[in-house]
């Protein structure tokens, strides 16, 4: 597969969850991410690394500054220590620089509609998908590619292509979305590059 890649399996994700769950008041600490973005209005978002504190304002300033772009702790990060820790050693093992970091929860038989994260901060960056809870599998739809994530995986995912998710249980699908800058990411933005030319350049 081009667009997707399981990196890791196995992730105890309870330590998370006990956490998210013992803070569950952060979920409603920042809609603008759901009031603002159409195509995630199905989602609620707990923002943990940005420039800014506001999910709306931290996207103009990735597209004004997307190459030296550093994701800082928000204000909600101290609250989830154990996640932060992952994300982290997550970073720090790739020898990268931390992008944005959001929690993403998907309402039951929620979509995340059809869209592309076009610009030059997506491009350069390596985005990571921490499944923490999905009952049946996180259904996800990318560039003609089709996989279903479990919880406790670990995955890449090129979000500079056509994708869409769908969470078809009853119950919440929560993710932790992860970007890094890194070596590996310019190896990833040379296939991009080659892919659509005209398009990346555009970006630059």
């Not at 600490?29 to 506001?54: M, Y």
């Not at 990060?77 to 790739?94: C, H, I, K, T, W």
């Amino acid at each position: 597969m081009e667009h997707f890649k399981l990196i890791a399996d196995g992730i105890d994700t309870k330590p998370y969850l006990e956490e998210i769950e013992a803070n569950f008041e952060l979920w409603n600490f920042d809609t603008s991410r759901q009031e603002n973005v159409p195509k995630q209005r199905e989602t609620q978002a707990i923002t943990l690394r940005a420039h800014a504190d506001q999910a709306s304002l931290d996207s103009r300033v990735r597209r004004v500054e997307p190459i030296g772009y550093r994701g800082e702790p928000s204000a909600m990060a101290a609250s989830l220590p154990r996640v932060n820790a992952f994300v982290d050693e997550l970073v720090q093992g790739m020898n990268g620089t931390m992008g944005r970091v959001v929690m993403a929860k998907l309402r039951p038989h929620g979509t995340i509609y059809r869209h592309t994260d076009d610009g030059l901060y997506w491009l350069l960056r390596d985005r990571y998908h921490l499944v923490l809870k999905s009952v049946l599998g996180s259904h996800f739809k990318a560039g003609g590619e089709e996989v279903r994530m479990k919880a406790g995986e670990l995955w890449w995912f090129d979000p500079t292509v056509p994708h869409e998710a769908f969470n078809e249980s009853d119950e919440d699908r929560i993710h932790v979305i992860i970007d890094v800058m890194s070596p590996q990411s310019m190896r990833t933005f040379r296939r991009r590059l080659a892919r659509a030319p005209l398009r990346s350049l555009r970006a630059l």
